[in-house]
């Protein structure tokens, strides 16, 4: 069967049609370099300018604030390796979370090797960190502190207006990873007083490849890559100027369309939750359910296993994620899950759920039509189904 | 990832599956922390495997290979069924992504374990 319902928004999303049409000119008739000379390069340097000026808005940052990578992995690491190659004769103390993306942890976990300590704070059942468990870990030696804002598995919103506080209480930077959160619900840099923040355009329906760092204009890195003057000397590289001109879009877009999305998703994320509580025995809801992404459900549905779950409904025409260790390359589940104190089996039993702008109320009566069978299937089949 | 037509066959049709109530041998192998834990009945008359069948908790491949797996020893005697290789199963299946051998091998050792069980049932050294 062909997929007909797409529940993967926090792995990816479609490029918005109107994100496309606003990208292809400059594919062809404005391909410029925008370091030439002539003043058809030089409109360019206006265009990406005004993409500049877009994302900017998203996050109510300053327009000098905002510099473009490759994605939220290229951001993330340029935050995390600017800030300690900086500030490395300061310190050597990097405070992070156990639940943050691979792009931050496997960054830390390389520090880790090259003479930094990194320290790793704990989340409760729900996926929280706990602002008093930051204020013990603080040494005179921190540098750094970068704590996700939501959570890409399960949705759990962190306090980071109270994180960044407690951090800057003590002269110490605060990175947040919030490429789940932008696009999705109101971030706001000066509200919420963050130093640095990661955001992916394929996250907001703009195109593949793209990210952005802001950094407040006080804060000095050093770069990772090196070459020609662009973004300030801060990101070498002649410029995806398609990928800018579209996580622009996307940034305008998302603006305008926050609201109307979480308006519309959330009943139908609690539908599809609801409906899988009442009719399937012993699962557990895995997040915040109060401070959750409205667009998010992670569910573990015990004695039976992940990937076999997402490949029967696949066949059904449904797209999902587990955080089984089977849907991925290593023997682990998901990291996430454990760090909430679920047990392996538990955590190789999760669901994912993510939705998006494209999703309709049908898709979560077909979902919850089509779930229960395959689970009692699999739960037929399973060792510790009958033994309860 | 990408299963062979034949694992996504076994794996959707799977039959030989649920508890084989009077079974003469179970091997219960593989770990829950793992993601993949089978279990193997088998039912013996005159050193033959006259019935098997398997319980299993894991992913598409583990569910595969203890499908293919049952099918292949049944009615056979316990000295060609102890003779069974992982191998043999992924290629059964023709060929299992690289990762997820591991799951042939639990359905090897599945196998073994239930006819150890077997033998030391019937004090068969």
């Avoid at chain 1, 999305?261 to 399937?280: A, H, T, V």
């Amino acid at each position: 069967m062909d997929l007909k319902y797409y529940f993967d928004y926090n792995s990816t999303t479609p490029t918005d049609p109107r994100v496309v049409k606003e990208i292809i000119p400059y594919f062809s008739t404005k391909f410029f370099n925008p370091s030439s000379f002539y003043r058809k390069a030089g409109e360019i340097s206006i265009d990406i300018e005004n993409a500049r000026e877009r994302v900017a808005k998203l996050l109510n940052a300053e327009v000098n604030e905002i510099f473009f990578t490759s994605g939220g992995t290229e951001s993330d690491n340029l935050a995390i390796l600017g800030i300690t190659s900086k500030l490395k004769e300061k310190g050597n103390h990097i405070i992070t979370s156990k639940i943050e993306h691979s792009a931050v942890l496997n960054t830390c976990k390389y520090l880790s090797k090259n003479g930094f300590e990194v320290t790793y704070l704990p989340v409760d059942k729900y996926g929280l960190v706990n602002p008093d468990d930051l204020k013990k870990e603080i040494k005179d030696t921190t540098i750094l502190i970068t704590i996700m804002h939501a959570n890409n598995e399960i949705g759990t919103i962190q306090p980071v207006k109270e994180l960044s506080e407690i951090a800057h209480q003590r002269g110490i930077l605060f990175h947040t990873d919030a490429v789940q959160s932008a696009g999705k619900m109101k971030v706001d840099v000066k509200e919420l007083d963050i130093d640095m923040l990661t955001i992916s355009s394929h996250k907001i329906y703009g195109p593949k490849g793209m990210g952005v760092l802001f950094k407040k204009k006080r804060v000095k890195i050093i770069p990772m890559i090196f070459g020609g003057a662009h973004e300030k000397g801060l990101r070498a590289g002649t410029e995806n100027v398609p990928g800018i001109i579209g996580i622009g879009k996307a940034a305008e877009l998302a603006i305008l369309e926050m609201h109307e999305n979480e308006k519309r998703l959330k009943p139908i994320r609690d539908k599809i939750e609801k409906g899988i509580i009442e009719i399937i025995p012993d699962v557990i809801i895995n997040g915040n359910t109060d401070k959750r992404l409205y667009n998010t459900l992670n569910i573990s549905i015990k004695y039976i296993e992940g990937e076999s779950m997402l490949a029967f409904l696949d066949n059904q025409g449904f797209a999902l994620s587990s955080g089984s260790a089977c849907s991925s390359k290593s023997l682990e589940p998901s990291h996430v899950l454990l760090a909430l104190g679920l047990k392996h089996e538990e955590a190789h039993g999760s669901l994912r759920i993510s939705l998006g702008k494209y999703n309709k109320k049908e898709d979560a009566d077909k979902f919850i039509e089509v779930l229960p069978p395959i689970v009692e299937k699999l739960r037929s089949m399973s060792p510790f189904w009958k033994k309860k | 990832m990408l299963y062979s037509k034949k694992v996504m066959e076994h794996f959707q049709n799977t039959k030989n599956y649920g508890k084989l109530e009077d079974a003469d041998g179970i091997g219960k192998v593989g770990n829950p922390r793992c993601g993949d834990v089978m279990w193997i009945y088998i039912k013996v008359r005159d050193n033959k495997i006259i019935d098997a069948k398997y319980e299993t908790f894991g992913c598409v491949a583990a569910i595969a290979t203890s499908s293919m797996a049952i099918d292949m020893i049944k009615g056979k005697n316990i000295d060609e069924a102890l003779r069974f290789t992982n191998k043999a199963v992924a290629e059964a299946l023709d060929g299992l992504p690289p990762e997820k051998l591991h799951c042939s091998l639990l359905a090897e050792k599945g196998i073994k374990a239930a006819i150890e069980d077997y033998k030391s049932k019937k004090n068969i050294t």
